[in-house]
Antibody
Framework: QIQLVQSGPEVKKPGASVKVSCKAS????????IHWVRQAPGQGLEWMGS????????DYAQKFQGRVTMTRDTSITTAYMELNRLRSNDTAAYYC????????????WGQGALVTVSS | DIQMTQSPSTLSASVGDRVTITCRAS??????VAWYQQKPGKAPKLLIY???KLETGVPSRFSGSGSGTEFTLTLSSLQPDDFATYSC?????????FGQGTKVENK
């Protein structure tokens, strides 16, 4: 069955970086986009960007340009999202999701990784 | 970016009730709208895509309609497992954007 399994919760100080992983299984990793969506406590969902594992091509939301980097390691079918210069309002659950295209709905999601930014 | 505005923000209903949630887009998104159900601490679950297509395995009491700028998610008869937050998403224009969510709570 298709699964996306994410890394565990993180606690970071303001100004630090965080790298969240998303291990895919149950399908051909290089055939589908991996998208990253975050949700701050009590807030709505926010798309951050996507990567195509085959080419490594990325598309970032303008809000995160210059602060986010999405990568992948096809040998271990894992995608990564690194967010730099963390602020307290980056505290959120970060989800990976599989996408058929660059602009799509999401039928498969990771379980989420809670990132807490606090001094 | 296209704004997706959901109403209401909170809805109180009882088991067996018919429930309707609306999502309005700031510009036409054609039929490229999805609806998700989310429970606390869990990832969203896709219910509807392309405005009205039921995702495999989703009960038929869920239905979606609309096109252009106005979309509706309907639960024909609310079940105990349906108390959750529902969000719409447009994926017609980059970046894809979500509504702020509608919490369906037990009256």
């Amino acid at each position: 069955q298709i699964q996306l399994v994410q890394s565990g919760p993180e606690v970071k100080k303001p100004g630090a970086s965080v790298k969240v992983s998303c291990k895919a299984s149950g399908y051909t990793f290089t055939d589908f986009f991996i998208h990253w969506v975050r949700q701050a406590p009590g807030q709505g969902l926010e798309w951050m960007g996507s990567i195509h594992p085959n080419s490594g091509d990325t598309d970032y939301a303008q809000k995160f340009q210059g602060r986010v980097t999405m990568t992948r390691d096809t040998s271990i079918t894992t995608a990564y999202m690194e967010l730099n210069r963390l602020r307290s309002n980056d505290t959120a659950a970060y989800y990976c999701a599989r996408g058929v295209t660059a602009l799509t709905s999401f039928a498969y999601w990771g379980q989420g990784a809670l990132v807490t930014v606090s001094s | 970016d296209i704004q997706m505005t959901q109403s209401p923000s909170t809805l109180s209903a009882s088991v067996g009730d018919r429930v309707t949630i609306t999502c309005r887009a700031s510009q036409s998104v054609h039929n490229r709208v999805a609806w998700y159900q989310q429970k606390p601490g869990k990832a969203p679950k896709l219910l509807i895509y392309k405005a009205s297509k039921l995702e495999t395995g989703v009960p038929s009491r869920f239905s979606g309609s609309g096109s252009g700028t106005e979309f509706t998610l309907t639960l024909s008869s609310l079940q105990p497992d349906d108390f959750a937050t529902y969000s719409c998403q447009q994926y017609d224009d980059d970046p894809g954007t979500f509504g702020q969510g509608t919490k369906v709570e037990n009256k």
